[in-house]
């Protein structure tokens, strides 16, 4: 799969019941497909970063839900293409 396909998802916020499932949802309504995910909670803080492959998503339409997904539930949801997630995290 070509990596201008995926794209970086990350979450970030206070733990509550169903954060995967709602955002693992919103991606779904979009046709984005769950490639990796990795997640952890620390001391109440939740943490989710996932690979998600975009081929037949609308790139802004997603962007936009997950951005009122993360308002809604109080999180910080940000989707960044993996090539530009790559170009900025270049050492």
Known sequence: MEKKNQAVVTVVGRDTI???ARVS???ALHDAN??????????GLFNMIMIVDISLSEFAELSEALTF???ELGLEIR???????DAMHRI
Do not use: W, Y
């Open 25 to 27: 949802r919103e991606l």
């Open 18 to 20: 169903g954060i995967i």
């Open 34 to 43: 769950i490639l990796d995910i990795s997640q952890t909670v620390l001391s």
């Open 69 to 71: 997904l993360g308002e």
């Open 79 to 85: 989707i960044q293409r993996s090539e530009i997630f």
